[in-house]
């Protein structure tokens, strides 16, 4: 018995041809450093983390070391623009990582990831106390332990029973040509 699932993705339009040549897309470093420019390094940091973090869940294959976001509705996906294409993608679930997009955010912005009210007021207060933020703990060698704290409260990223937010997206390893449904240019 398979258990599919639909998500949508925006892609560059240049895709479909490698999807037509090799069968299959994966993220490469090359495109991240293209879309990201002047904050590759930002990113790169984040997506190693993520990928160790995440393959712990879904395997993913030896070639792929960057995720692809995926829209979980076709309400959610991003609009299409000039030069991309809409991917319609029905593959299994077991494939698909799901996770908060405020707690993404929290990661990509070098924030505190909070169990709840009471921790989040507890971290407010600890930053309060040193006069700094969770940007300057990070990035800066002088606040080592929340630092840590920081790192460590990224692995609440996949942790249900604590939520920041609704929306909700999702990432998967790799585009199969097979698994596109419909594509929107």
């Known amino acids: 018995m398979t258990n599919k699932i639909k998500v949508w993705t925006k892609q560059h339009a240049d895709i479909l041809n490698v999807l037509n040549q090799t069968g299959r897309y994966i993220a490469k470093k090359e495109y991240i450093e293209q879309k990201m420019e002047d904050h590759t390094s930002l990113y790169l940091g984040v ?6 973090a995440a393959s712990k869940l879904v395997q993913p294959p030896a ?3 960057y995720p692809i976001w995926v829209s979980l509705s ?12 809409i991917l ?5 679930q077991d494939q698909l990582i799901i996770v908060d997009l405020l707690k993404w955010g ?18 407010s207060e600890l930053l309060e106390q040193y006069g ?6 990070f990035m800066t060698p002088f606040y080592p332990n929340i630092k ?3 790192e460590k409260s990224r692995e609440r990223l ?8 609704e929306m909700k997206v999702g990432t998967i390893w790799e585009i199969r040509k097979e698994w596109i449904t419909e594509i929107t240019r």
């Open 47 to 52: 997506y190693d983390w993520y990928f160790h």
């Open 63 to 65: 070639d792929v070391k």
């Open 74 to 85: 076709q309400e959610e996906s991003i609009q299409n623009s000039e030069g991309n294409a």
């Open 88 to 92: 319609e993608i029905e593959l299994e």
């Open 106 to 123: 929290n990661i990509v912005n070098y924030l505190y990831i909070p169990k709840d009210l009471e921790d989040q007021k507890a971290h």
């Open 132 to 137: 700094i933020d969770d940007c300057t703990a």
């Open 148 to 150: 840590r704290k920081i």
């Open 158 to 165: 996949f942790d249900d029973s604590s939520v920041l937010g």
